[in-house]
């Protein structure tokens, strides 16, 4: 299944966040555990399946992989 989220120019797609606006993003695992904080597009490939949340320009996207 090919899922896209998008969402304050943070755009979720086949297993990659997209960062188009090059903002902060901060990546939270379901536990709160930052697992990622980067103003650069982050390959999800490698983190485990589960619930994500993304932070960035005072929003929150929730990304499940």
Known sequence: VVE???NNGIRYFN???????NV???????Q???VADTT???DMNAMPN???M????NAV????K
């Open 54 to 57: 993304v932070r960035a320009n």
């Open 15 to 21: 297993g990659m966040l997209y960062n188009q606006n």
């Open 4 to 6: 896209m989220i998008q």
């Open 50 to 52: 589960g619930v994500y």
């Open 61 to 64: 996207l929730k990304v499940v």
């Open 32 to 34: 709160g555990k930052k």
């Open 24 to 30: 902060r993003m901060e990546v939270f695992n379901v």
């Open 40 to 42: 650069a597009d982050l």
